[in-house]
């Protein structure tokens, strides 16, 4: 089937190491973050989301960070595996009645044995 | 449970022809997003729909590109006089009301116009 990313950048990892994805974001009015994960022939899954409000959150072998003052979203993954070879998008929102979702241009992340 | 499910996952067509696409999303979930993914790019908004009302056309392409959602339920994407440009895969999101209540994909239809 169509194979989503074919070319956006792409972060090489081994197995085991720590992956950091980065996204800059665009509306300095956007108040909630999220980070999806895509894997061929699929649609995006939600990973995690942060308000404006936190600079951190964590979740199960996932943190995301957010600089407001850059426009800056980054995703670190602790002990990456191969399950997490995929794209990765970050997508920016207003929240006010509905979301409607600005999305990045996404990472690609091959996880290597 | 069952999650959000379109229809059909793939269409090839021919240019000029009307294509239609089809959204199930989650029971209970009031707010439906349609999305589109052009190759090796993120997501671009086309629509939202709460309940059977479309508040938020603005990313409609042109007016060849048309939604409908009947019964707070299945949702229609429907393309007239398909171009080469519209080739793509049509995402649809599903989520319940609220402002920071996260979207639930479906995996798509992939659209290529011949």
């Known amino acids: 089937g169509e194979s989503v990313g074919l070319h956006l950048p792409t972060l090489s990892v081994q197995e085991g190491d720590n992956s950091i994805i980065n996204c800059a974001y665009s509306?300095?009015?956007?108040?909630?973050f999220i980070w999806y994960k895509q894997e061929s022939g699929k649609g995006p899954q939600f990973i995690i989301d942060?308000?404006?409000?936190?600079d951190k959150r964590q979740g199960q072998r996932v943190t995301v960070l957010l600089n407001k003052t850059v426009k800056h979203l980054s995703l670190q993954i602790a002990a990456t595996q191969p399950g997490d070879s995929a794209v990765y998008f970050c997508?920016?929102?207003?929240?006010?009645?509905?979301?409607?979702?600005?999305f990045g241009a996404g990472t690609r992340l091959a996880v290597h044995p | 449970g069952a999650g959000v499910s379109q229809s059909p996952s793939n269409k090839v067509t021919e240019k000029g022809k009307d294509v239609e696409l089809r959204c199930d999303p989650i029971?209970?979930?009031?707010?439906l997003y349609w999305y589109r993914q052009r190759l090796g790019q993120g997501l671009e908004f086309l629509i939202y729909?709460?309940?059977?009302?479309?508040?938020?056309k603005s990313g409609l392409p042109s007016d060849r590109f048309s939604a409908e959602r009947t019964g707070e339920s299945v949702s229609t994407l429907t393309i007239q006089r398909t171009q080469q440009e519209d080739s793509a895969v049509y995402l649809c999101?599903?989520?319940?009301?609220?402002?920071?209540?996260?979207?639930?994909f479906g995996d798509g239809t992939r659209l290529s116009i011949l």
């Open positions: 999101a599903s989520s319940l009301a609220g402002a920071l209540a996260p979207q639930h």
């Open positions: 509306n300095s009015a956007s108040d909630y």
């Open positions: 942060i308000r404006s409000n936190m």
């Open positions: 997508a920016e929102t207003r929240s006010g009645g509905y979301n409607k979702l600005i």
């Open positions: 029971s209970g979930h009031t707010a």
């Open positions: 729909f709460q309940g059977n009302s479309a508040p938020d």
